[in-house]
């Protein structure tokens, strides 16, 4: 995406013509002279109230005209509103530094390395992770492996004995091994607990005890236009990078992918402009009392100031169910779908505009409905509407199509599901299974 801005001056030009009047002399001296005996005319009663005043109220009078203290007849505050901005600036600047002091501690870097050989390079975008013979990492030709620094990412403590948020696609090779580095400098080594399948999120875990921690805060009570302040291991080499922006929009559904990463759908996720750069995945974006409303997750390539971070109550499941569990369970339901608008309904002559409409991929493997998955055992078809989750609208442009509502629900949960099936409405129960089972 790629926007250009041009600033436009708006010139609106004005044509004054002078006319050359002869023999008129007399009218431009007239005119003059009435222009003078006015203006002294103004001069005398403007500084003959100033007088009257001055000698009513003795020499105080010009002090209150200088401290704009003169009561409700001259009021000039002269310093009193740059002070007042520049205090409303320092105690904005304290919050964040409160804030960034109170958090800090409890944000780590990741250090993902990985055995490379010796005799090919790899793709190194900062050239800085591991540095060969050619400064781009790797191209030795000695031959063997060796183990490299091949990228970073961010995290946070959530739990004082060693449990680490970040982002799935930070610590999902699995051939890879990773360090985490508190800000004081210590090195522990990683072992990745879970991995979300669907959202992009992972807990891992190092060895230690009271570790900080941070609070995760109710991103459903986020605001567009308040302040945020995201912390992260920028680039992969700028540890505990701070930077600070507004929460620039709400219930954002993107497509995020890079490098050889497989493109995933970010849904209902936050927009900010605070700085947000490669390394920065998995670091908190917190609000202004510092707690944790978001993940940083993505940038919109080739824009500027547009980053996203994923909702802190999505995140709040995930590390429930790992706390209790040790595992991610997601919920399942089985369907491929493609959102109902007004455009599908004209196309397709649907009696909504609304809902999901069950319908095959492209691929012929890409059923519209998962055999054996709970949507087909409890008759869901291919062209059905699924409109209502337990009572809830499908509302795709908000935030709350089907793969939302679903998510707020648990395995095992049983929910009903209000479907449009060739021309009559029904409500059909469905039982909720693991992901991972099917």
């Known amino acids: 995406m790629h926007m250009e801005n041009k600033n436009v001056e708006n010139q609106t030009s004005f044509n004054i013509e002078n006319e050359n009047i002869k023999g008129q002399k007399g009218s431009h001296f007239f005119f003059a002279a009435a222009v003078l005996v006015v203006s002294i005319f103004v001069s005398a009663t403007v500084g003959g109230f100033f007088g009257f005043l001055a000698a ?3 020499a105080g009078f010009f002090e209150a005209i200088e401290s704009g203290k003169f009561g409700n007849l001259l009021s000039i505050p002269k310093d009193s509103q740059p002070a007042t901005i520049k205090q409303n600036i320092i105690q904005e600047d304290s919050a964040v530094i409160d804030v960034v002091k109170k958090t800090s501690p409890a944000v780590v870097s990741i250090v993902i390395s ?3 050989s010796n005799t090919s390079e790899f793709f190194d975008p900062f050239g800085f992770f591991g540095q060969g013979s050619n400064g781009n990492g790797g191209g030795n030709s000695t031959g063997g492996t060796q183990k490299q620094e091949i990228g970073g990412g961010t995290g946070f403590f959530i739990t004082s004995d060693g449990m680490i948020v970040t982002n799935r696609h930070v ?4 051939s890879a091994s990773y360090t985490v580095v508190t800000s004081d400098d210590k090195k522990y080594s990683a072992k990745v607990l879970a991995i979300d399948p669907v959202g992009d999120i992972a807990v891992i875990k190092i060895e230690g005890t009271d570790f900080p921690t ?8 986020v605001q567009v236009g308040e302040t945020v302040v995201a912390i992260g291991n920028s680039l992969g080499q700028f540890s505990n990078t701070v930077s600070r922006g507004i929460v620039s929009g709400l219930k954002r559904n993107v497509t995020a992918g890079g490098g050889i990463s497989q493109p995933e759908n970010l849904t209902n996720i936050i927009q900010t402009d605070a700085a947000i750069n490669p390394g920065n995945s998995g670091g908190p974006l917190l609000d202004i009392d510092g707690k944790v409303i978001g993940i940083n997750v993505a940038i919109a390539s080739g824009a500027q100031n547009i980053g996203f971070a994923i909702p802190a109550n999505q995140v709040m499941r995930v590390i429930d169910q790992v706390k209790s569990t040790g595992k991610i369970s997601t919920p399942f339901l089985g369907v491929r779908y493609i959102p109902v608008d007004s ?5 397709n002559n649907l009696p909504y505009n609304y809902g999901d409409l069950i ?9 519209a409905v998962i055999p054996g998955s709970p949507a087909d055992k409890a008759g869901v078809m291919e062209n059905d509407i699924i409109l209502e989750v ?3 609208k499908i509302d795709n442009a908000n935030g709350q199509g089907l793969t939302d509502l679903i998510a707020q629900y648990k395995v095992g949960d049983t929910i009903t599901l209000k479907i449009w099936h060739k021309g009559d409405v029904k409500d059909v129960s469905v039982v909720l299974i693991d992901r991972s089972n099917n």
Do not use: H
């Open 359 to 367: 319908a095959r991929g492209s691929a012929i493997t890409d059923l």
């Open 56 to 58: 009513k109220n003795g």
């Open 390 to 392: 337990n009572g809830t």
């Open 214 to 221: 941070l609070e995760l805060g109710d991103s459903n009570a």
């Open 171 to 174: 610590v999902d090779d699995s």
């Open 114 to 116: 990985k055995d490379v």
């Open 343 to 347: 455009t599908l309904q004209k196309q």
